[in-house]
């Protein structure tokens, strides 16, 4: 049995209330890996992936809605996080099999973010305290 780890990362992709179009799940890249998380990953059994615009990076999936925390443990799952915020992670892993296909894929345990970028385009449809 593994032990979580705890690492740093950048957002990317923050889909964690609403389901991602193309996976059908509820997701987040966590991106800018430092080498040191990149070893503890590995040590767990992932693979972490390259791309140019977002280093070193794991990608987090559910079937349920994944929750973000604040630095004080306010949960802000529902404020638009997006791309370039930074995060603390508490990565774990689960094993699947699916048609005579089998891995271990990251689980996202606890999400607290750092320095939120707010998601551009996020627009308060609330009129009833228009001033």
């Known amino acids: 049995m593994t032990k979580p780890v705890k690492i ?3 957002i990317f ?3 964690l209330t609403t389901e991602n179009e193309m996976s059908g799940r509820y997701q987040v890249d966590l991106g800018n890996l430092s080498p040191k998380a990149v070893e ?3 040590e767990l ?3 972490v992936k390259y791309k140019e615009d977002k280093g070193d ?4 999936k559910s079937t349920r809605p994944m ?3 604040d630095s004080d443990g306010n949960d802000i799952s529902d404020v638009g996080i997006g791309n370039g915020s930074k995060a603390v992670g508490v990565i774990d892993t689960y094993s699947w099999s699916f048609k005579n296909k089998k891995g271990v894929s990251p689980s996202l345990k606890k999400l607290v973010i750092t320095d939120l ?3 551009e385009g996020e ?3 609330d009129l009833d305290d228009v001033l």
Request: one cysteine or more; hydrophobic letters at 60%; charged letters at 20%.
């Open 117 to 119: 970028i707010a998601l």
């Open 40 to 42: 503890a990953l590995n």
């Open 45 to 47: 059994g992932l693979e």
């Open 57 to 60: 990076f794991i990608t987090c």
């Open 67 to 69: 929750f973000a925390f």
């Open 123 to 125: 627009v308060d449809d």
């Open 8 to 10: 740093k990362a950048d």
């Open 13 to 15: 992709w923050a889909n």
